[in-house]
């Protein structure tokens, strides 16, 4: 008792602080009293803890001081951080939950992960690089991103032409000795890379073998005015056999109803190629595997060397009134069909036009066939059909800077879908002639529905 009264004096000659503290003191007992009413049971929480650090800094301030002790101030102070940190550290009173809340798990507080400086490959103190956020490509880079992955490397661009001449030399001289009285002509070869065009893959080449008709003898008719109704084919005849009886020309002994027989020659190089040849001998001599394919209905040779596959398909050519006829018939009954072949023209006008206007008809013309090749529903409409939608749309669409590939690009595949849902691709070169026309229902349906969806999002087929 004395002691308390003995504080008590000492708070006194304090100017009256003593008194102050009593009032305070009873104020903070009515504020707790009725802070449960007022604030609710986690707002009276915290303001416990808060009157409870307050008062404990008004005790120390105002309790006497132990003269000789000098560790006494220093762990008032530190007696006083921590009631400040403990005001600081208090939680706030969780929000008033949501009726769409109450469905979600509550999970427990985690505790803060701290990353292990050791296992950080930044030096410490070195400056922090943000990362720079994902650019959205725009369908024109992506285009020439994708065209840019096409190269055909280097050395398949050289080796395959001189391997596929050195096989063509081999054919001629064997040709010549096997066939002294046909008058062939001069093999050559033909594609897309012997042709300049830049090209998907080196690995298929045309083989080309001229037929030379005595013009007197021969005459054309068109595919129009035979029962195939089809202007795309012609037929060979054979003419004036009264004047100029059978066997005036070499040519004679394929003669089917006076009309020259593709399917005929045909069966006659295909037993030479499969058993006349040696191919073993000429393939250990060019340093490669010749094969013969003995199933298909074409002329072809498969070729395999070290560094790269090749195939080789050979077609036998008539050049006569300003038309390239080749011996590959219809399937079916009608064996005396001659298909003409517009690839020459085709790769002269697209050239012709990229000269002139700088344009990106090539390139545009090699994404789309890149996009046919991947794409097993889009086989058929690679090459020539092609080929002849861009020459239509440079009729009415002058800009072709690479600038505006992507426009272009768009526009192709929307003349496309329209000519799929009319089932008619009219040729660049003679109107009368519907590419389409070899195709299916089913196909051209197919086509239609792969293309029909590419037009909104044409990104899908660079994929």
């Known amino acids: 008792m004395a002691a308390f009264w003995q ?5 006194q000659e304090n100017g009256g602080l003593g008194s102050v503290i009593d009032g305070l003191g009873s104020v903070f007992d009515v504020l707790l009293a009725n802070a449960r009413l007022v604030l609710g049971v986690s707002g009276a929480a915290v303001l416990a803890i808060a009157t409870l650090a307050v008062k404990r800094l008004i005790d120390r301030a105002t309790s006497p001081r132990d003269e000789g002790d000098p560790k006494a101030e220093q762990k008032s102070l530190e007696d006083s951080w921590q009631d400040l940190a403990l005001i600081k550290t208090t939680p706030k009173p969780p929000k008033k939950q949501k009726r769409e809340d109450l469905s979600e798990p509550l999970l427990s507080p985690a505790r803060p992960v701290v990353p292990d400086p050791r296992s950080s490959s930044v030096p410490l103190g070195a ?7 994902l650019r959205c ?11 840019s992955q096409l190269a055909v490397p280097e050395f398949q661009v050289s080796l395959v032409p001189q391997l ?4 063509c030399s081999q054919l001629q001289n064997f040709l010549r000795s096997k066939f002294p009285e046909l008058p062939f002509g001069r093999l050559f070869l033909s594609g897309a890379l012997l042709d300049g065009l830049e090209v998907l893959a080196a690995d298929h ?14 005459s054309l008719i068109s595919g129009e005015d035979t029962v195939v109704r089809n202007p795309q084919y012609w037929m060979i005849k054979r003419i004036d056999l009264g004047y100029f009886p059978r066997g005036c020309s070499p040519w004679d002994r394929f003669i089917v109803g006076r009309y020259l027989s593709s399917s005929v020659l045909n069966e006659t190089l295909h037993k030479l190629l499969v058993a006349s040849i040696n191919w073993p001998a000429i393939g250990g001599l060019l340093g490669c595997a010749i094969h013969p394919v003995v199933a298909s209905r074409e002329l072809k040779l ?5 560094q790269v596959d090749l195939n080789i398909t050979l077609f036998p050519v008539v050049e006569m009134d300003d038309k390239v006829l080749l011996a590959v018939p219809p399937e079916g009954l009608v064996e005396n069909l001659w298909l003409e072949s517009f690839y020459r023209a085709e790769v002269s006008r697209v050239k012709e036009l990229d000269a002139a206007d700088s344009g990106a008809r090539q390139l545009c013309l090699r994404i789309l066939n ?3 090749k991947s794409q097993p529903r889009l086989h058929k409409l690679g090459g020539s059909p092609l080929t002849h939608i861009i020459l239509h749309l440079s009729d009415t669409a002058s800009d072709w800077a690479e600038e505006s590939l992507a426009d272009r690009f768009q526009q192709v ?15 660049y070169f003679n109107p009368k002639i519907n590419l389409f026309s070899g195709l299916l229902e089913e196909e051209i349906d197919e086509m239609g529905f792969v293309l029909y969806r590419a037009i909104s999002e044409p990104e899908v087929l660079l994929k």
């Open 7 to 11: 504080q008590r004096g000492r708070r």
């Open 127 to 133: 400056p922090q690089v943000k990362s720079s956020p």
């Open 137 to 147: 490509l725009t369908l024109q880079e992506k285009l020439l991103s994708h065209s």
């Open 164 to 167: 596929a001449r050195n096989i």
């Open 205 to 218: 080449v045309h083989l080309m073998l001229p037929v030379v008709l005595d013009a007197g003898l021969w």
């Open 302 to 306: 498969e070729v395999k060397h070290d």
């Open 370 to 372: 890149s996009v046919c």
């Open 413 to 427: 595949l929307e003349e496309l879908v329209a000519s799929l849902e009319k089932g008619v691709l009219p040729s």
